[in-house]
């Protein structure tokens, strides 16, 4: 599964691995804008 990723600019950025979106979220390198659950 691949995720989209909006960094913290609103630019985006390739589809990432769930893993590294949370690290990039950790890092706060990246921000949630849309959450489909």
């Given amino acids: 599964m691949l ?5 913290q600019y609103g630019q985006p950025l390739m589809p ?3 893993r ?4 990039l979220l950790k890092q706060q390198k990246a921000k ?3 959450a489909t659950c």
């Fill in 32 to 34: 949630v804008t849309k």
């Fill in 3 to 7: 995720v989209f990723v909006l960094n």
């Fill in 16 to 18: 990432r691995s769930p």
């Fill in 20 to 23: 590294k979106v949370r690290l």
